[in-house]
């Protein structure tokens, strides 16, 4: 199996796993120091892909990446960034807004392309998503100013987030350029894009789809009935492969056929180390029929 991927030929190669960026800010908040040793971390196992968003740790995080990038800026060089933008969340850093709301308006995502740009300090977002569905969404005019960034170089192409299918062939079909991946909630713990049409569709199209939460944001280590029925299975695979149980759950992505990039979000630096440890476990099918029955609690039908 490929630790790379290449998402679309005009594309630099992405890797398989990606590192997320939601959490890096996190709790006391990390210093740009802290968080060139988590990217370090990321680069030296061949995890080159940094998921962003505009709005990740209150529209902070893309500002601390980018900051711990100027203390090494030949680093750029080395990575691939994907970041988001829609998403208009109610915060302190804009007292104006009543509501949390979408915004898809070209001026809106050109606005916040610049500033991703600006915070990260690179010229180009190698992928930009557009963050989740918008009910108010002029797809002609969406579709047009996502084109544009493509031919503009400001991106290198686009995405979405969070889409159902329908959605996506709505928005692809007022664009030029192809959409590149859909990034969707997707672990063991939620597998509903298995089997709703969206991962047909992903493939289908001959697009690799992003997992978020891949470990349902750490929940599959919790005290819910389901994880409780797959933890058994996770610890004696990872016993067999000599990794962690979190490995086995991000191999469970990994061998899908769909060819899953799964985004990890630990924050941890001994389990940040580890994140590539799931390329040792190898799934055979059972396995995986095995992991899908534990997660939900009956065999299938
Ligand atoms: N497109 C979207 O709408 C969307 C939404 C959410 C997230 N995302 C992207 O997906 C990325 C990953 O999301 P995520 O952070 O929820 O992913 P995740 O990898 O499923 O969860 C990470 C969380 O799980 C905990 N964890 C990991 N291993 C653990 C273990 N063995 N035992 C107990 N806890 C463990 C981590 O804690 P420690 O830090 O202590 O390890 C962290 O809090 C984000 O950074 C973001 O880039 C996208």
């Not at 890096?24 to 740009?32: E, F, K, Q, R």
């Not at 740009?117 to 010229?123: A, D, H, S, T």
């Not at 990034?183 to 969206?198: K, N």
């Amino acid at each position: 199996m490929n630790t790379t991927v290449q998402l679309h030929p005009s594309l630099p190669a992405f890797s398989r796993i990606v590192y997320g960026a939601w959490r890096m800010n996190d709790g006391a908040g990390s210093t740009p120091a802290q968080a060139l040793e988590k990217i370090e971390l990321c680069l030296d196992q061949g995890i080159t892909t940094f998921d962003h968003a505009d709005i990740y740790g209150n529209y902070s995080c893309e500002q601390l990446f980018g900051d711990a990038l100027r203390l090494k800026p030949a680093l750029k060089s080395r990575m691939q960034l994907v970041s988001k933008c829609d998403i208009m969340l109610l915060s302190d850093k804009f007292p104006e807004r009543r509501v949390k709301y979408y915004d898809t308006s070209a001026a809106h995502i050109e606005a916040s392309v610049d500033s991703s740009l600006r915070k990260l300090g690179v010229e180009r977002l190698d992928v930009l998503l557009i963050h989740r569905p918008d009910p108010f969404m002029d797809a002609a005019e969406t579709g047009d100013c996502l084109d544009r960034l493509v031919q503009a170089g400001k991106i290198g192409a686009a995405g979405v987030s969070n889409f159902k299918a329908w959605d996506w062939s709505l928005l692809q079909s007022f664009m030029k350029t192809p959409l590149v991946t859909q990034q969707l909630e997707i672990s063991l713990l939620e597998r509903a894009v298995f089997l709703d049409g969206t991962l047909a569709q992903c493939q289908q199209n001959k697009v690799h789809p992003m997992a978020w939460s891949p470990l349902a944001g750490g929940q599959l280590f919790g005290q819910s009935a389901a994880a409780l029925r797959v933890q058994p299975a996770l610890e004696r695979l990872a016993k067999a492969f000599g990794v962690a149980p979190d490995a086995v759950a991000v191999a469970w992505l990994l061998a899908h056929p769909a060819g899953i990039l799964p985004v990890m979000g630990t924050n941890h630096p001994a389990r940040i180390r580890a994140l590539s440890d799931a390329w040792r476990v190898k799934m055979d099918r059972e396995t995986w029929f095995e992991l899908w029955t534990l997660a939900a609690g009956q065999e299938v039908p």
